[in-house]
């Protein structure tokens, strides 16, 4: 689509991250208001640029007269998830994603399973090695086009087990189970 910054906003944000965003842990944490441990991976895909063509690029003056799109390139991390299907420990682990993200101050305003991306393998396996894996998955977040950096958030646990996150007056709820 013509004219849409989402691409351009989601290339900001790779690139205003932090740097453990991207690394590869080998591990588990106790990430709250989770308490069992959870598998420690990186959070978002490799980010390896953003790219448009333009003035000066090597696109045949014909082209040029088209629309071409802009393009994101980030590291292939599999597919979407299926929230449904997915055993206690996997809907944890995906959970902590999210947690993760926003206890470094970001929020992702697109919570949705579509922007959970599961891989056969872990993520520090060989792609060709993950072909071969015993079916452990590995998840990552996606689409950090409305995603915004805000201040520290705190989280507050009510009587009825529903975890707010306060976030630079906005709230995110959660119930847990």
Same mark, same amino acid.
């Given at each position: 689509?013509?004219?849409?910054?989402?691409?351009?906003?989601?290339?900001?944000?790779?690139?205003?991250?932090?740097?453990?965003?991207?690394?590869?842990?080998?591990?588990?944490?106790?990430?709250?208001?989770?308490?069992?441990?959870?598998?420690?991976?990186?959070?978002?895909?490799?980010?390896?640029?953003?790219?448009?063509?333009?003035?000066?690029?090597?696109?045949?003056?014909?082209?040029?007269?088209?629309?071409?799109?802009?393009?994101?390139?980030?590291?292939?991390?599999?597919?979407?998830?299926? &929230?449904?299907? +997915? !055993? #206690?420990?996997?809907?944890?682990?995906?959970?902590? =994603?999210?947690? /993760? $993200?926003?206890?470094? *101050?970001?929020?992702?305003?697109?919570?949705?399973?579509?922007?959970?991306?599961?891989?056969?393998?872990? &993520?520090?396996? +060989? !792609? #060709?090695?993950?072909?071969?894996?015993?079916?452990? =998955?590995?998840? /990552? $977040?996606?689409?950090? *086009?409305?995603?915004?950096?805000?201040?520290?958030?705190?989280?507050?646990?009510?009587?009825?087990?529903?975890?707010?996150?306060?976030?630079?007056?906005?709230?995110?709820?959660?119930?847990?189970?």
């Amino acid at each position: 689509i013509e004219n849409d910054r989402h691409l351009a906003r989601e290339a900001q944000n790779y690139q205003k991250f932090p740097e453990h965003f991207f690394q590869n842990y080998n591990g588990y944490n106790i990430v709250p208001p989770i308490h069992d441990p959870v598998p420690v991976h990186a959070l978002v895909p490799q980010f390896y640029g953003y790219y448009t063509p333009g003035p000066g690029s090597e696109v045949p003056t014909v082209m040029m007269r088209l629309y071409l799109s802009p393009i994101l390139l980030l590291e292939l991390c599999g597919s979407p998830i299926e &929230p449904d299907n +997915l !055993p #206690i420990d996997d809907q944890q682990e995906c959970t902590s =994603l999210f947690l /993760r $993200l926003h206890e470094d *101050g970001w929020l992702h305003e697109s919570v949705a399973a579509r922007n959970i991306l599961a891989q056969q393998g872990g &993520p520090t396996e +060989l !792609p #060709i090695a993950r072909a071969c894996t015993r079916k452990q =998955l590995s998840y /990552r $977040l996606i689409d950090f *086009g409305r995603s915004r950096a805000c201040e520290r958030q705190r989280m507050q646990i009510h009587p009825r087990g529903i975890y707010t996150y306060v976030v630079t007056g906005a709230k995110i709820s959660k119930s847990c189970k």
